[in-house]
């Protein structure tokens, strides 16, 4: 099943609640195919080729069984099994039925589980370029049974989370049978069959919508990202096992059994880029609404931010430790990370370097070899952005001498490089000065460089001492934490391109949704709704063969507040443009991207001033993007710790080529 059957499945999906209400019981449906039984190949589609039995499903398949009942307290007698020639089309979709939707109750939680071969079935109705419907594979599919195709999944993922709370986990081929990178071991064997174009569904129906489904949304979790294959070989026991499984329960069985779903997610795709067979080309993908997000990954729980986490993707043979953060998420040399095991032991990194937009190295500063391992999560003491982005300040002779001293101490040099260089009052070429604002007892930052001039010409102006506390600690923070907001703010702005041998020949398009006119004079009205496109800028007779990326839009305001526009939280994957006919990573690049509606619809509002929409474009993804969120500086409270309010994590593994391109303009009513 590939991830467009998970675009049906989640990419539209629910924007759950977070649910107060205790489940009643715990059901799952546990799906592992090895053999596929049935008539020889003649009964198959003549263009499937031949393919194989699996090893390995049926070993995961009972193991993830084995982890809900041990981990997540499932009662066994609630846990059903399918395994081989259990496995058919009638039944999966029957015992689906009975397990997750008729016998369960309001409020229970549900977890459907698949491990076994993949595939798509052609579709010539089908709204999508490719004219595929991804497919799981049953066991009697050789046997002429027609593979399950995602509409039918979906719709019983439907009903199922009309009144429960549905976890789906997929381990399986998301590809009609492409296979990027070296070849495999022979141990190696893909759950993959290539897509069945001699049957056609012929089903016109648009994937089911599935926002309003609650009251608790949908969370899904699958082996490897569009067009990839998934795996499986050997652990290190000589067991066949799915690489993806194999991973995923070993990296839950070394976290808390709530940690947050976000958390879980970044752990298992760091520790699949540590160089296994097939890792650097089966990355997992992970569906789910923002409360979920951060939610366990089965059942119920209260949601956590997460954001603040960095996974380690691998260490080196010298020692140094890739993490799976860079310049695409603001981090430089000098930031400091943190963890601290169940046991109590604390191990500390710091940055070193940052080689391209989606990894850092870091050196271990505190605790010995054994304390950092591949897919461990360390979060952010002391965060440093890359030099270009961080702020020159002085102090105006005007602000008291207590709150000089406490903001000395916390953005000083004491601990290492920081986000900002506080230098002598008087000296110039200064970004931002401290000074007292109209009201008595405020004070506040006044831009000064005019290579700021896209940042604020001021924040918003902060209160020394309040009637409640008497010391000017909480001032220094608010003062603080804006600085920090105006150093990522300028990190994006000064965001370059690093494209080695990526190119994407598009350029962005903001234009009005009634006229469809192309603001071309750098000025936008409130009043108006506008959307972003892509149109082809690249040469003519270069057009045939362009290479999908992942794409991000990321706009700045005025108030140096940082939205993440496209793609929505938790659907990371809709936005692996363009999607070429026929499928596949390669073909001729269209005129318009993703089509008439264009990637987002914007209204804007206050704060007026100048904006900028920033286009990112990689052949690599960042899941966890949208941790770049904040609001701006022309607002209040500030608070809490400077160092903790950095913006999150990427992807880890090899450096990814980048493309930045920039809208500019000013908004006004």
């Not at 296979?179 to 049957?199: E, F, M, N, Y």
Request: aromatic share 6%; proline share 8%; with cysteine.
């Amino acid at each position: 099943m590939t991830t467009g059957a998970l675009r049906a499945v989640a990419a539209l999906i629910a924007i759950g609640l977070s649910g107060s209400a205790q489940a009643q019981v715990r059901r799952a449906l546990v799906v592992g195919i090895d053999r596929y039984s049935g008539a020889p190949p003649g009964a198959l589609a003549a263009n499937r080729g031949t393919w194989g039995n699996l090893r390995g499903a049926v070993n995961d398949a009972k193991a993830f069984r084995d982890a809900l009942v041990k981990r997540f307290h499932f009662d066994s007698r609630n846990v059903t099994t399918l395994f081989d020639e259990e496995a058919s089309r009638e039944r999966i979709l029957a015992t689906f039925r009975r397990a997750l939707i008729d016998e369960a109750k309001p409020g229970d939680v549900t977890v459907f589980y698949y491990a076994g071969h993949g595939s798509q079935v052609l579709n010539s109705l089908s709204p999508e370029l490719d004219k595929l419907d991804e497919t799981l594979v049953p066991s009697d599919t050789r046997g002429g049974a027609p593979d399950i195709r995602d509409k039918e999944l979906v719709r019983l993922l439907l009903e199922a989370a009309a009144r429960t709370r549905l976890t789906v986990v997929l381990d399986a081929c998301h590809s009609g049978g492409m296979s990027r990178g070296a070849a495999p071991l022979p141990d190696w064997r893909l759950r993959v069959i290539a897509a069945d174009r001699d049957h056609d569904a012929r089903d016109p129906e648009l994937a089911p919508d599935l926002r309003d489904v609650g009251p608790y949304g949908i969370l899904v979790l699958a082996a490897a990202e569009d067009r990839q294959p998934a795996g499986e070989g050997r652990d290190p026991r000589g067991k066949p096992r799915g690489y993806f499984t194999l991973t995923l329960l070993d990296q839950l069985s070394r976290m808390p059994v709530d940690a947050p779903a976000e958390d879980v997610f970044k752990s298992v795709k760091a520790a699949m880029q540590r160089g296994a067979p097939g890792g650097d080309n089966q990355e997992p993908i992970l569906f789910a609404s923002a409360d979920r997000l951060r939610a366990p990954l089965v059942g119920f729980g209260t949601p956590a931010s997460s954001g603040g986490t960095v996974a380690v993707t691998r260490i080196q043979q010298d020692g140094a430790v890739v993490l799976q953060a860079g310049k695409a998420l603001l981090v430089g040399p000098g930031t400091v990370l943190r963890r601290e095991s169940p046991d109590g032991k604390v191990a500390r990194l710091v940055v070193t370097e940052v080689p391209g937009m989606s990894a850092s190295l870091a050196k271990r500063i505190e605790g010995d070899s054994r304390s950092v391992r591949e897919g461990d999560l360390f979060t952010i003491e002391r965060w440093v952005p890359p030099a270009e982005a961080r702020l020159r300040v002085a102090l105006d002779p005007a602000v008291p001498a207590d709150l000089a001293r406490a903001l000395a101490a916390m953005l000083g040099p004491a601990n290492g490089p920081s986000f900002v260089e506080l230098v002598p009052a008087g000296q110039e070429a200064v970004d931002y000065r401290l000074a007292p604002a109209d009201a008595p007892e405020k004070y506040v930052w006044v831009r000064q460089a005019p290579s700021s001039t896209r940042l604020p010409a001021a924040t918003a102006a902060v209160l020394l001492r309040s009637h409640a506390v008497g010391e000017v600690t909480p001032a220094a923070e608010q003062l603080a934490g804006m600085l920090a907001r105006l150093a990522r703010a300028r990190a994006l702005l000064t965001l370059a391109s690093d494209t080695g041998d990526s190119e994407f020949p598009y350029r962005p398009v903001l234009e009005g949704v009634d006229d469809g006119a192309e603001v071309k004079d750098g000025k936008v009205s409130a009043s108006r709704r506008f959307r972003l496109a892509l149109t082809y800028d690249g040469k003519p007779d270069e057009r045939q063969r362009w290479e999908r990326h992942f794409v991000y839009v990321v706009d700045v305001d005025a108030g140096a507040a940082i939205s993440v526009l496209y793609p929505r939280e938790g659907a990371d994957v809709e936005n692996h443009l363009p999607v070429l006919e026929g499928g596949g990573n390669f073909g001729p690049a269209p005129d318009r991207v993703p089509g008439p509606g264009g990637l987002v619809t914007l209204k804007f509002a206050e704060p007026f001033g100048d904006e900028t929409l920033l286009l990112l474009a990689s052949r690599d993804a960042i899941p966890t993007i949208h941790a770049l969120a904040q609001p701006g500086v022309l607002e209040l409270p500030v608070g809490g710790p400077v160092a903790s309010r950095w913006p999150g994590a990427s992807r880890g593994g090899r450096p990814a080529a980048w493309i930045v391109r920039r809208i500019e303009f000013s908004t006004g009513p």
